[in-house]
């Protein structure tokens, strides 16, 4: 069955981009309504964004939502990475400021407090989105790709020269508690090198070595270390994970991304819906159910507190 949450829930936190001050509040919503976002911050006429892949923009080192108004939302990854992987699939979340904060730099924190507040199931079927063929998108830098499969599961492949982080690759079905357990808590990450440039570019204003984790060369420079030997190639997980929750309901299929991002992923989606013969959209019944993320999740699945 679709669920939401029991109850309404806060967060406030610090835009990374932006460095803006940011509460958002996630309210209960009916079953069939979705996820969406709304900007308590302008005109209420036109402050509605819809989760959806049709609405994301490009945009530098994140995922950036923009509705019929040309009003904007960014960084919305690790938010709709909390609810796929907490198996809420209608909600609605108002947002007083143009980007969610970054809290932690994981999605552990949001993760903590929907599964504190609750979350109820709803008198409708969830309606899953089943890879029929292969999809893929390259851009010459990485690719990403998704297979037909009778569950989700994310594989993921980074490469990076900075000896702290170098190759790394890890797969995972994303059922029974995956997400909470093994890919929430894990950091967005940055070289030391690239943090000068990003604040030449107007971005990660709000930056801190308490939200992403910073590397140079061997050595991590955020204090207390990495949470997993392997938290790099996990939080790209996430990140996808957010993403692919954009499509509109859970995905029925593999996906790999390799050296891979936000634009990419986005791009894969357009790819599989530009064609109904990628895909179908399936009534979900409970044997289906327990191959999706969120399914058979625990408040124990996340191991200590992140608030």
Known sequence: ????????????????????????????????????????????????????????????????????????????????????????????????????????????????????????????PVRAIEVLRSVVVDNGRGSARLDPAQEMSIEFTIDFDAAAIGRQNKVLKMANGAFIKELSDSRTFCLASDVDAMHAAGLAKGGTMENAVVVDGADVLSPGGLRHADEAVRHKMLDAMGDLMLAGGPILGRYTGIKSGHALTNFLLRKLFSDPENYRMITCDDAVSENLPGSGIDSSDLLRSYS
């Not at 829930?9 to 509040?25: D, K, N, R």
């Not at 996820?35 to 911050?41: A, N, V, Y």
């Not at 402050?47 to 945009?59: E, F, L, Q, R």
Request: with cysteine.
């Open 1 to 124: 069955m679709q669920n939401t949450i029991k109850s309404s829930i806060t967060f406030t936190g610090q835009g990374l981009h932006s460095g803006h001050a940011v509460s958002v509040t996630l309210h209960p919503a009916a079953a069939e309504s979705g996820i969406w976002f709304r900007r308590t911050d302008v005109d209420s006429e036109v402050g509605y964004i819809k989760a959806h892949w049709d609405a994301v923009n490009a945009s530098q080192l994140c995922t950036l939502l923009v509705n019929e108004h040309g009003v904007s939302l960014s960084t919305v990854e690790h938010i709709m990475a909390a609810l796929a992987g907490c198996g809420v699939h209608n909600v609605m979340i108002e947002v007083d400021a143009n980007e969610v904060p970054i809290l932690d730099g994981s999605a552990a924190p949001f993760v903590e407090k929907i599964l504190a507040a609750g979350i109820v199931a709803q008198n409708a």
